[in-house]
Nanobody, 126 residues
Framework: QVQLVESGGGSVQAGGSLRLSCAAS????????MGWFRQAPGKERGGVVA????????YSAAAVKGRFTISQDNAKNTVYLQMNSLKPEDTAMYYC???????????????????WGQGTQVTVSS
């Protein structure tokens, strides 16, 4: 069974940084599309960043461009989300996701997801 296990969430002050990790099993991240999504209370789940390493292509939501970066360590079969210059509106549950092949902005739609992680909470205080 495919498993995606997130870690690295926590509380941070506005302007700070966090790095989230997503360890995958029974799934090779270097050969597939991967992404990070988030959901705040009362809001719909949406994608923030996505990547396909084979295509050397990344996609970012407008709200996080220039602040969030997706990367991966193929030896560890792990995907990362580096979050800098965090804002209170970034507070949400963050989910790692394995995507079906996609292109352009629709990689960031939940309908593109084949597998979800359980999520890790990020809280940004003002």
């Amino acid at each position: 069974q495919v498993q995606l296990v997130e870690s690295g969430g926590g509380s941070v002050q506005a302007g700070g940084s966090l790095r989230l990790s997503c360890a995958a099993s029974e799934y090779t991240v270097s050969a597939n599309f991967m992404g990070w999504f988030r959901q705040a209370p009362g809001k719909e789940r949406g994608g923030v960043v996505a990547v396909y390493s084979g295509g050397a292509t990344t996609y970012s939501a407008a709200a996080v461009k220039g602040r969030f970066t997706i990367s991966q360590d193929n030896a560890k079969n792990t995907v990362y989300l580096q979050m800098n210059s965090l804002k209170p509106e970034d507070t949400a549950m963050y989910y790692c996701a394995a995507l079906r092949p996609c292109s352009e902005w629709w990689c960031l739609l939940p309908s593109s997801v084949n597998y979800w992680g359980q999520g890790t909470q990020v809280t940004v205080s003002s």
